[in-house]
């Protein structure tokens, strides 16, 4: 199985392209982060990336999701929107020490070699829109971007940058170097 992550700075178009990726037949993995934040909110809770166990919360999911088995038998590529390293980087981003739940499941995907080493990097269109789940400027999710783009770095991944463009010429992009292998 190859997995492959889709990553970038928030509101850059990550859910978009990995949709696209999805009715083009490639399998995909939601945002965590994101689920985590609805069922939060949902149980009365309007922030609940303020909490202290926030990021355990966000890292049992991924966990959870990334060892579940494909939903076919012939599935050999997962494109996951966002991975334990995003944790770490919205970790360092809020000022946060990183829990020993994160620490334990980078050391794990990087023992295991869970994830390809070459990461899709989504970059910004120019713009960041507010969501319930992204209370984020634009000039803020520049300071994330360059926080994700470290935290790959730092533990030895290499960024595939996916420019501004249309949504199909980006997923063209994805798809095409994974169709050749790389």
Do not use: N
């Amino acid at each position: 199985m190859k997995r492959y992550i889709l990553t970038g700075t928030p509101g850059a178009g990550k859910t978009t392209v990995l949709r696209r990726l999805e009715e083009q037949g490639l399998e995909v993995v939601d945002e965590a982060a994101t689920a985590v934040i609805a069922r939060e909110q949902a149980q009365g809770d309007p922030e609940p990336w303020t909490q202290a166990a926030f990021i355990d919360k966000v890292v049992a999911l991924q966990r959870e999701r990334q060892v579940q088995q494909p939903t076919a038998d012939s599935v050999r590529v997962q494109i996951y929107d966002r991975s334990p390293i995003c944790t770490h980087a919205l970790g360092t981003y809020l000022g946060r020490p990183i829990p020993d739940t994160l620490a334990a499941e980078i050391d794990r995907i990087t023992r295991e070699h869970v994830y390809q080493q070459r990461v899709f990097f989504i970059r910004t269109i120019g713009f960041c829109e507010p969501t319930a789940a992204r209370r984020i400027s634009f000039q803020e999710s520049l300071v994330f971007e360059r926080i994700h783009e470290q935290s790959y770095r730092q533990f030895g991944y290499e960024l595939v940058d996916v420019p501004a463009g249309t949504v199909a010429a980006r997923a063209a992009l994805i798809a095409d170097t994974i169709a050749q292998g790389h």
